[in-house]
């Protein structure tokens, strides 16, 4: 497939669509008006997208088609593959309105199965591209993205993706942007669940829990939950951050590839049923940290 030479056209900030404003999203796109690209976003409720406008350079279409037509690049940040095809196909959907040359970049954290569907479906060169970094991440322009797809596309879009992301990696042909989030979610359930018990026991044998924290996270024990997370955790405050029912859908997702590809997910399947039980305490919208909830109550 032709990839339209961009390097040129990136010099001189043409034209991006971001369809999904969500909590992700909305600051992303910002970043690429701030940037200078020509941005044109697109939002399932309008309202969302009028704000957008409000707070930033750009416009707004009102269909994904209306906002993809004549975009050099079209990123996607929603909620699932359902999600992902209802803004990608039919006569208002994104690819009707792409131009020959364009790119479009995929954010959603979906299956690899749906990323390869739509790459084999669309006439424009297309890279799956999750992110982690969380709603912050977002906001500071500091997310590291995961891509899976032909090196010339990726090539085009790095020079724009980093925009609002510290480290943009890829990883292989269509899909494994995705494989890797998989990796990266499996990782992080079993740490969270690990700090949860450990900040548990701390507090059950009488210790100073903001102490051991500061001590226990200069060592090996030390990761990226443990600094942004443990304090909250102690203090009990769930109430931002990323979403339980966002990670029990991801762990969902690992654990379907897991049963294509024979990969063992004890742990991961553990924490999965943990979270569904946080979900069933009320907690669908805290942090993914709440697990210690579970310990606690």
Same mark, same amino acid.
């Given at each position: ?21 969500? /909590? ?12 200078? +690209? =020509? ?11 009028? =704000? ?44 009707? $309105?792409?131009?020959? $040359? ?11 199965? /749906? ?8 006439? /424009? ?9 969380? =709603? ?11 891509? $899976? $797809? ?13 925009? +609002? ?46 102490? !051991? ?11 990226? =939950? ?44 553990? !924490?999965?049923? +943990? ?23």
């Amino acid at each position: 497939m032709q990839i339209e030479n961009l390097t040129e056209k990136h010099m001189n900030k043409q034209k991006v669509a971001f369809i999904g404003l969500g /909590v992700m999203g909305y600051p992303m796109a910002g970043h690429l008006s701030k940037a200078g +690209y =020509q941005t044109r976003v697109y939002n399932r409720t309008t309202a969302k997208a009028e =704000q957008w406008c409000r707070d930033y350079k750009g416009d707004y279409g009102k269909t994904p088609r209306e906002a993809a037509e004549g975009a050099d690049f079209v990123f996607i940040c929603v909620g699932n593959d359902d999600d992902l095809r209802s803004v990608v196909y039919g006569d208002d959907g994104i690819l009707a $309105g792409m131009k020959d $040359g364009a790119i479009l970049v995929d954010h959603t954290t979906a299956s690899a199965n /749906v990323a390869r569907e739509i790459a084999d479906k669309a006439k /424009v060169s297309c890279l799956d591209a999750p992110v982690s970094g969380g =709603q912050a991440g977002a906001e500071n322009g500091a997310l590291t993205v995961m891509v $899976g $797809g032909e090196q010339a596309a990726f090539d085009a879009a790095k020079p724009v993706i980093i925009s +609002y992301a510290r480290a943009v990696e890829l990883l292989g042909p269509t899909g494994a942007g995705q494989l890797t989030k998989m990796v990266n979610q499996i990782c992080i359930a079993g740490l969270v669940q690990g700090l949860s018990e450990g900040l548990n026991f701390a507090q059950r044998s009488g210790l100073d829990g903001a102490k !051991v924290v500061e001590v226990i996270s200069k060592g090996a024990a030390g990761s990226w =939950q443990m600094e942004n997370r443990g304090l909250t955790m102690l203090k009990d405050e769930f109430e931002f951050g990323f979403a339980v029912d966002w990670m029990r859908k991801d762990l969902g997702i690992c654990l379907e590839e897991s049963r294509i590809n024979g990969a063992a997910l004890p742990i991961t399947s553990i !924490v999965n049923d +943990y979270y569904g039980e946080i979900q069933e305490m009320g907690g669908r919208r805290w942090d993914t940290s709440s697990l210690i909830r579970r310990l606690t109550r």
